[in-house]
């Protein structure tokens, strides 16, 4: 069975880079669509983008501007890194696994999240 | 950005009843169109992908149905474990791919 484990910083300073880790158990990340959601309280679920096992990205347009996703397959690892945060962006964040195929972007596996709070 | 409008934000229901929850796309997303639920403390848990295809391990009393712009999720009889929040979410039309606000499944 497949297991994402959403791992960093509870607390991070307006500003400041928030950087998150997913570890995938179970399972390798090789071949995959892997995808970051939050979820900020009282609204709706955000996408934030998705990541495949080669590298290439895909960025939510509203935060392209401050989020870098990458991965590391020896590790079995994927990272979240979001820039300049601020109030907005405190949230719980999911790490998720997608389809291997292009386009089949359902989430079938998620972590537990993790809570992010930006307070200085 | 296709915005999707869930309907009815909370529904108060009873143990066995039927239930059908909806979710309204503002353009087409194909059979591109997937349905969670979450349950308090957890993450969601798919139940529903391309409009109308269960998730492995999904009880058959979840049923999905629509194209294009209208989408119902069904749940043939209520089990205590059901009361949750689900979501609508299309893959469609991307990036961004958007969630719906959800729907609230409370006991009567």
């Known amino acids: 069975q497949v297991q994402l484990q959403e791992s960093g910083p509870g607390l991070v300073k307006p500003s400041e880079t928030l950087s998150l880790t997913c570890t995938v158990s179970?399972?390798?990340?090789?071949?995959?669509?892997w995808s970051w959601i939050r979820h900020p309280p009282g609204k709706e679920l955000e996408w934030i983008g998705y990541?495949?096992?080669?590298?290439?990205?895909n960025y939510n347009p509203s935060l392209m501007s401050r989020v870098t996703m990458s991965v590391d397959t020896s590790k079995n690892q994927i990272f979240l890194k979001l820039t300049s945060v601020t109030a907005a962006d405190t949230a719980v964040y999911y790490c998720?696994?997608?389809?291997?195929?292009?386009?089949?972007?359902?989430?079938?596996?998620w972590g537990q999240g993790t809570l992010v709070t930006v307070s200085s | 950005e296709r915005v999707m409008t869930q309907s009815p934000a909370t529904l108060s229901v009873s143990l066995g009843e039927r239930v059908t929850l909806s979710c309204r796309a503002s353009?087409?997303?194909?059979?591109?169109l997937a349905w969670y639920q979450q349950r308090p403390g957890q993450p969601p848990r798919l139940l529903i992908y391309a409009a109308s295809t269960r998730a492995t391990g999904i009880p058959a009393r979840f049923s999905g149905s629509g194209s294009g712009t209208d989408f119902t999720l069904t749940i043939s009889s209520l089990q205590s474990e059901d009361f949750a929040v689900y979501y609508c979410q299309q893959y469609n039309a991307w990036p961004p791919i958007t969630f719906g606000q959800g729907t609230r499944l409370e006991i009567k």
């Open positions: 179970g399972g390798s990340i090789s071949g995959y669509y």
């Open positions: 990541i495949h096992y080669s590298a290439y990205t």
């Open positions: 998720a696994r997608n389809s291997r195929r292009f386009g089949e972007l359902w989430a079938e596996y």
């Open positions: 353009q087409g997303v194909g059979s591109d």
